[in-house]
Each structure stands twice: as C-alpha cells, then as structure tokens.
C-alpha cells in the first residue's frame, strides 16, 4: 500500500471496528457530507473507487465513504501539516463524536497524525524534515514506536487497522474491500 495519504475519519466509537465489519456506502450521505466540507465549491459525482485508491487523491477530488457510525474522507486540500491546524469547520462537518486524522508522504519522509475526542484534541503529531511542521502534543497512543521510520505505517495501522507491508494480521482492515464515491471539486472563477 502506498505510504503517501490523507484521510481523515469522523467515528462514534472505533474506526477499525466498523471497517472491519465491511460496512455498506450510503451514498447519499457521501454527496451532502462533500458538500458540508467543501460549501463554496461546485461538488460533481465522478465515480466509485475503493478506499486503497483514495487515499492519495489529486487536488481537485474528494473521496468520501459515509456508513452506520463513521465517515471517511481523503483530500490534501482539508488536510493541514499540524493537527493542530486542522480547519474547525472540518472538524463540526459531522456530529460524530471522535474525529481521526492520518496524512503521510514517503518521499518528504512526512507523517502526520491526530486524534479528537468529544471536540477535544488529545493528539497531534506531525514528524519530518522541516522543523517547522513538527508537532506532540498530548499522551503518546499505544502503536507509538521509538523508530520514527516506522510511525508512518504504525499509525495507520493503529488508527485504521490498515497494514502498510506484507505482514498481514488476520484481523487486519482491508481498503480494497472498503467503497468510497469520488467528487470533483471545483470553485467558480
């Protein structure tokens, strides 16, 4: 799986619990969440895609996978280089109670993570090259390792369940099993 992504999840409980059940797409819902996130840009239905090809999307798209209990979304233009930065109005898109965030590029040896509960932050992370991108904040989780080379796939697996090498756990979540609908977005000029 690739290690360049961006998604950004709105759960009432555990992300990786209702992946791993499969969930089926309210497609819907899929459009009217686009259109919360991205309100002043024209929303167009492009097609369907599985979430392992979502989750690096060009710039002008949006995926998003809506079902019972969570909501997904992957693109660059919602997703900040802190956590901490992360736009309020992304974080009040849904009335989920937790919000999930993961971002990552292999080629600027950038990663990025963040947790929210109950509109609380209780993590930021933001690691890599620049210092001026760095971020802790909060208590550490328990997938967080010592080797910061690992912390890419690490938090994706902790915060997803997703596994980014060939040693797959069988309880792993599979994003080639996982539906989302793509958007083009686009703002009248």
């Known amino acids: 799986m690739a290690l360049n992504d ?34 002043d840009a024209h929303v167009e239905e492009i097609g369907d ?22 909501d997904l979304v992957c693109s660059w233009g919602l997703t900040p280089r802190r956590p901490s930065e992360l736009d309020p109005v992304v974080l009040a898109a849904t009335e ?9 590029h292999s080629d600027a040896g950038w990663c990025s993570y963040g947790v929210w509960r109950d509109g609380s932050r209780v993590r930021a992370v933001s ?6 991108s760095s971020e802790d904040e909060g208590e550490p989780l328990g997938f967080e390792p010592a080797d910061p ?10 915060l997803f369940g997703f596994a980014c090498d060939d040693h797959d756990r069988m309880d792993d979540v599979d994003p080639e099993l996982i539906p989302v609908v793509a958007y083009r977005i686009s703002t009248a000029s």
């Open 49 to 70: 895609e599985l979430l392992v090809d979502a989750l690096n999307p060009p710039a002008d798209v949006v995926f998003v996978g809506c079902f019972s209990g969570l």
């Open 96 to 104: 989920r109670r937790h919000v999930y965030l993961h971002a990552a």
């Open 6 to 39: 961006t998604l950004v999840a709105f759960s009432d409980g555990n992300p990786i619990d209702v992946l791993r059940s499969y969930p089926v797409l309210d497609k819907p819902a899929t459009r009217a969440l686009a259109e919360r996130l991205f309100p």
């Open 149 to 158: 080379d690992e912390i890419s796939c690490s938090s994706m697996q902790g």
């Open 127 to 132: 690691v890599g090259a620049d210092p001026g």
